[in-house]
């Protein structure tokens, strides 16, 4: 009778685990991803243009091989070639080596434009091993962030010497027919910087003003705490979603490595302001790789679900299946299962980098945009429009609904420009033209940014909407990608910059067209961003942003840039006073509130292309700016659960004065992903005299009055209350 009872017991007491979804043996699409995404790993280290060390030992051989006689042109090239393989992978003291020989083998030949830029590269490549040596192996939480903290000054301090002697040569050469001058001039600033000698002693013709790295506005420094909270991953670039991944009302992290070798990170919120690493919890063990990360909830079950995006710039070689990771979520419990085949979405593979989720046929769930690479090497690799049937399956309907776009996309990111209910979708090309498909609201697309003037140039890297004045209407941001060291040097010396190295910002207008006000808004000088996004990070209530630079060159040395929007007017440079003018390569760039204090912290996933550019993710903690909030959860009943696409329109009084604050819901940019819950700045106002919702599907507005700031609170579709959200 006892065993029965204690059986009885047993039984009951252990049902729920058995009942949650958390399967007991891996499900045959998630094993079929696991296996192709480990034969890509395998062949990362041989075949893999970036990563691989094919090269390197391709160029060993034609030089083992090469004649006694053969043309001293001929050694210097493949001498030259394997040093900058070999740098590329890290190995920086053999990179060196081979840069000194190839100098020594020109410097034969008295020809001054090869020799100007072998100097330069063994100026790099001693630079490259001075970081390493110093701001990688002796990391400290503020290392390479401009201007240089006293004790980031680099410890050894020989190999940036080296670098300030070869630099100094390139630009002994003079401006007239040498590419390197600018370049080097850049790099002798910053070599300078790192062994505390900037600018005393810097030359004083070649010296880069001082006020190049002073902000034009001083704000509170935002302080690196992600080694604290271990969040300081090192690794390559990358993607990042900052959201709640199990609804427990806390941010969690979702990182990625475009290394096909290297595994998705899941850290959870352990809601005491830590982090715990739960990757192999959730199930994520064997999913590998990922330049981007996107999240929504696809199937509407209430929980986020994340698409991985696989394969960009390696052209044919990048016909890596992206990834759908379905979260499986009971009693706060995650496990993610890859269901990209049966979904869909598997049946064939472009190299990608960029989609973007929507509701786009207003059927109440959401459909997703993909942004592929198609070039010389790759000419059919069209965009694809999946379109949800509400099963957990897709069709990719970019044929029939024109939106086939053959550029080699860089950016795609949705947003009802026009305000006609139906959403439409910006797409950003490198070296091809942009496109603003408008939504025809029968299943089908026409560009029309020429017609709207957001053609831009021809060089673009991301993009995305907002309202970046407070009017109502979407704004359009477009960033430039040809601006390099060279032109931020040239700018700081103010020579004039090309026109194509400027963003450019679209401000939309109640007829349905855009403004170029870039002059306007001040944004006048060149950036290059792969890495990037939006949010309000001093709670006044206007939308800023960051740029992360990404330039896989290792010579691309240049600051992450943040600008502070002033009251819709312009902006203004803080990001070397706020702390943000890290000089590694940033990618992924989320806006998130971490500690659930009210205010949005920075994460910032690290790292270039090459295996030498790897570095330490980081978290900008955000201390605030003593204004008011309101965090709006909403979820969809009718409309897609995740909200995306739905208005959020507040009344506020501030200082006497009545204004209005608009947010659209999505996850910001279009590289690095915010939460889909928003955190709205307020100002001085003390309450919410109204805040109005407008949902996408059924086009309805649900209006609150006097709704108190600083709390969380959820919205529900067609529920006449909001209720708050304890914290």
Request: charged share 20%; with cysteine; aromatic share 12%.
């Amino acid at each position: 009778m006892t065993y029965l009872f204690h059986l009885i017991l047993l039984v009951f007491f252990t049902f729920p685990l058995f009942s949650q979804k958390l399967p007991t043996e891996i499900p045959k699409s998630h094993q079929k991803m696991i296996q192709i995404l480990k034969r890509i790993a395998d062949q990362t280290a041989e075949n893999n243009p970036y990563l691989g060390s094919i090269r390197v030992k391709q160029l060993q051989r034609e030089l083992s091989e090469l004649p006694l006689d053969a043309p001293v042109r001929r050694k210097w090239e493949l001498t030259f070639q394997l040093a900058q393989a070999e740098l590329n992978l890290g190995l920086e003291s053999k990179a060196i080596q081979h840069f000194t020989q190839s100098l020594s083998i020109i410097q034969q030949t008295g020809q001054p434009s090869v020799i100007v830029g072998t100097q330069f590269y063994l100026a790099v490549a001693h630079m490259r091993q001075a970081e390493t040596e110093n701001c990688c192996l002796r990391h400290k939480a503020d290392s390479c962030i401009l201007p240089l903290q006293e004790h980031t000054i680099h410890t050894r301090k020989e190999p940036a010497r080296q670098a300030i002697r070869y630099l100094t040569k390139v630009l002994e050469m003079g401006q007239n027919n040498n590419p390197f001058y600018f370049k080097a001039l850049w790099l002798l600033n910053i070599a300078y910087m790192t062994i505390g000698e900037y600018p005393e002693l810097v030359p004083f013709d070649w010296q880069i003003p001082t006020q190049t790295f002073v902000s034009e506005e001083t704000i509170p420094r935002f302080r690196n705490i992600a080694p604290e909270l271990g969040l300081d991953i090192f690794d390559l670039s990358g993607g990042a979603v900052a959201d709640d991944f199990n609804n427990d009302g806390y941010v969690d992290l979702l990182t990625s490595t475009w290394d096909p070798s290297g595994q998705i990170r899941f850290f959870s919120n352990n809601r005491d302001g830590t982090f715990s690493d739960q990757t192999e919890i959730v199930g994520l063990t064997g999913i590998l790789g990922g330049l981007n990360l996107v999240q929504a909830d696809y199937d509407n079950d209430g929980d986020l679900d994340v698409l991985v995006l696989r394969g960009a710039w390696l052209g044919a070689n990048g016909q890596h299946p992206n990834s759908l990771l379905q979260n499986n979520l009971q009693a706060k419990t995650i496990t993610f299962t890859d269901v990209t085949f049966s979904a869909g979405l598997g049946d064939v593979h472009y190299p990608t980098q960029t989609a973007s989720w929507a509701d786009y046929d207003n059927d109440g769930d959401l459909d997703l945009y993909i942004g592929n690479e198609c070039n010389q090497l790759l000419p059919d690799a069209p965009n694809q429009l999946f379109r949800n049937n509400g099963n957990g399956e897709f069709n990719d309907v970019a044929s029939i609904a024109g939106v086939q776009d053959y550029g080699p996309t860089k950016a795609v990111i949705w947003g009802d420009y026009n305000h006609d209910s139906w959403p439409d979708i910006y797409v950003s090309n490198l070296g091809d033209a942009n496109r603003l498909y408008h939504n025809n609201g029968n299943g089908t697309f026409e560009d029309r940014a020429g017609e709207l003037g957001v053609m831009g140039y021809e060089e673009t890297f991301p993009a995305w909407f907002w309202d970046v004045n407070n009017d109502g209407i979407l704004d359009l941001y477009v960033a430039s990608y040809i601006a390099d060291i060279g032109i931020l040097a040239a700018d700081a010396k103010n020579l004039g910059v090309p026109a194509e190295a400027l963003p450019q910002l679209y401000q939309g207008t109640d007829r349905g067209w855009f403004e170029d006000v870039t002059d306007q808004f001040h944004l006048l000088h060149p950036t290059a961003p792969m890495g990037s996004n939006f949010g309000d990070f001093d709670n006044d209530g206007f939308l800023d942003f960051y740029l992360g630079t990404g330039n896989p060159d290792l010579w691309n040395i240049m600051p992450g840039m943040m600008y502070r929007n002033q009251g819709g007017n312009k902006f203004s440079e803080v990001s070397y006073s706020g702390g943000f003018a890290h000089l590694q390569k940033g990618h992924a760039v989320c806006f998130a509130d971490f500690d659930n204090d009210g205010d949005q912290d920075v994460f910032e996933q690290m790292g270039g292309a090459f295996p030498a550019d790897r570095y330490n993710n980081v978290l900008y903690q955000n201390d605030g700016f003593g204004n008011n909030w309101l965090t709006v959860q909403l979820i969809g009943t009718v409309s897609n659960r995740s909200a995306i696409g739905a208005r959020i329109h507040l009344k506020v009084v501030e200082n006497g004065q009545p204004r209005s604050i608009f947010k659209h819901v999505n996850s910001g940019g279009t590289f690095g992903a915010n939460p889909l819950r928003q955190t709205i700045g307020v100002g001085q106002a003390k309450v919410v005299e109204n805040l109005e919702i407008w949902w996408p599907t059924t086009g309805q507005t649900q209006t609150f009055s006097q709704v108190p700031v600083c709390q969380f609170i959820r919205i529900i579709e067609g529920k006449s209350q909001w209720e708050q959200i304890p914290m």
